[in-house]
Structures are given as C-alpha cells and as structure tokens.
C-alpha cells in the first residue's frame, strides 16, 4: 500500500504540534543483575519505530515487539498483593487501568507503574537470572487490568540498558503524546 498524504497526517500532527517522533521505544524493565537480583532498569528497545501502513493506524508511529504467545487478559482485585515472585516467562506486562507498585526484597529502589500510555514494562526476571524475583502490590481501590504478553522463545527484546532505575516519565515515548 503506497503511502498517501492522509497516512502522513497523524505523523504531520506531531510535528505542528511540536511533538517529536519517537525513534524507539524507551520502558520500564524488571530485569537482573550480574549477582542474580532482579532490579529495575530503563530500557531501550533496538526495533525502532516506524510508520504504519497498516488500515486505521496507517501513517502513525509504530513499533514492532516481536511474537508473542498465549497472551492473557487479567483483572486484578482492588488492593491485591501479588506477593515476591520471579517473572513466569520474559514478557511485557500492560497495566491498562489501575496502578501496580514494584520493590524488591534486596533493594529500596521501586517503581509505581499507572495503568494507560505509560503502562508498559517488560519483566524478564525469570527464575533462571534472578534467585528471589520481585514483590508486586496493586493499592488501587478499583480493579487493575493488565495484558500479559509473553514473547516468543522466551527470549529478551533486542535493547540498551539507558541506566539503572525506572524510565523517568520524560522518557517514556508516550508521555507527550
């Protein structure tokens, strides 16, 4: 499908509205350092972004995560603990509504992840990298929806560790959208 003015238009608004955009994506990640701890980390995934041709999103920005399998839809009851555990299978997590806060039992670094646009992680701290895994609490008074996404072959995107810590909200690639 050839790419026409009306599929640039979406593309065009970020521009005229001053909005850069993104190059690759930037998210969250419960990964694992070298002494078998989970830890947060900001990552950056190698795809980039590109421009969709694909009918009803043609002309946006669009990035490709890769294959996932059996992919899951959860509804989470309000103040729910999920307690300390490892990551099932390297997955993204989407928290589409409510809010799920993250620590761990060997650090006081934690992040507090609202379900919407700036609800993507990718947790990747299996029992195979990580000994103890993380604790996941969900405070909200409404139930917390979330879209598990296990990719294919169990294995890590492509990425750039940005550095240690959750991504700052600025450097999230749907912040300013």
């Known amino acids: 499908m050839a790419m026409t003015a009306i599929h640039l238009l979406p593309l065009l608004l970020f521009a005229v509205a001053g909005l850069s955009t993104p190059t690759t994506l ?9 002494q078998n701890q989970s830890v947060l980390e900001c ?11 694909v009918p009803g999103t043609a002309g946006s920005a669009t990035a ?14 309000p103040r729910f603990d999920g307690g300390l555990h490892n990551a099932p299978v390297v997955q993204y997590v989407a928290f589409t509504a409510g809010k799920a806060v993250i620590s761990f039992p060997n650090s006081t670094v934690g992040a507090t992840i609202h379900g919407g646009r700036n609800g993507l992680i990718l947790a990747a701290d299996t029992k195979s990298v990580s000994t103890y895994g993380h604790i996941t609490k969900y405070p909200s008074r409404d139930t917390t929806v979330v879209l598990q996404i296990p990719v294919a072959d169990n294995k890590v995107p492509g ?3 940005l550095y240690g810590g959750p991504c700052k909200r600025g450097e999230l690639n749907t912040s300013d959208l």
């Open 26 to 34: 930037n998210l969250t990640t419960i990964a694992a350092n070298a």
């Open 43 to 53: 990552w950056q995934l190698t795809a980039p972004f590109s421009v969709s041709n």
């Open 64 to 77: 490709q995560l890769g294959q996932a399998r059996s992919l899951s839809y959860t509804l989470i009851p």
């Open 159 to 161: 990425h750039t560790v």
